[in-house]
């Protein structure tokens, strides 16, 4: 039997991401120059550009799990929505063999509609048959833990804690296996005993094969459910290997 070849699911080859701020000025931002413009009623036609991503390139494979970190600002939520197909490249290419789902998005709730009607949705959404959302239906209402403390299914989201709001989420985009999943920060929001359950499931649905990128600031979650990791800075990549070596060195800011 031959080794099996590891099959690449992302390639993001010298990728730049800007972003065009309409009407932000010219950056003077002192207060008259801001009242002189509002007494005025000019308008500034002036478009800012922020080159969140600069150059970064990278190949994923099925069964891997990446970490994503790096300090706020630095551009891991920009990478995610670009691996999703949600923000155009400046330069470069992303390259994604299957379906990326970027988690919080793909399973956008609606606020009027009670937990049980959104969770039939989301996997409607997320392309399940009407059958096999019926076979999930009560794995996913018990992974999310709402009806812990009663019947919370049945009422408005706009109801729920926003804990609550993000355990439905997750556990509606967790109950499909994804070719490439992203999330970000997903799991800070639960308590302690659902953190602990979706890491579990995280590490599952890597086995079912897929990709999983997580971008978190907790570098335990990270350790523990990713074996490798990718460190950005200011747009940049700095690091890319081991978790246990690229987190260590974050961890005590040595850059290689
Ligand atoms: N919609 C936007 N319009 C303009 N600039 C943006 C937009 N979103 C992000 N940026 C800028 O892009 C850069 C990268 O932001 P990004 O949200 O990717 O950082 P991050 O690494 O996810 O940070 P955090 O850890 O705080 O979540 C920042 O300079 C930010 O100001
Ligand atoms: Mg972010």
Redesign the pocket.
Known sequence: MSLPEREPTVVVDDVHIV?R?HGAGSGKGSATSALSRIISRRKSPSIRE?H?VRGISFTAYRGEAIGLI??????????LAAIAGLLPTERGGIYTNGQPSLLGVNAALMNDLTGERNVVLGCLAMGMTPTQVRRRYDDIVEFSGINDKGDFISLPMRTYSSGMAARLRFSIAAAKTHDVLLI??ALATGDQAFQKRSEDRIRELRKEAGTVFL?S?NNNAIRDTCERTIW?EQ?ELIMDGPTDRVVRAYEKGERP
């Open positions: 972003y701020v922020v969140a790096g300090s706020n600002g630095s551009g891991k939520s920009t990478m970000d920060e971008v600031h950005i747009g």
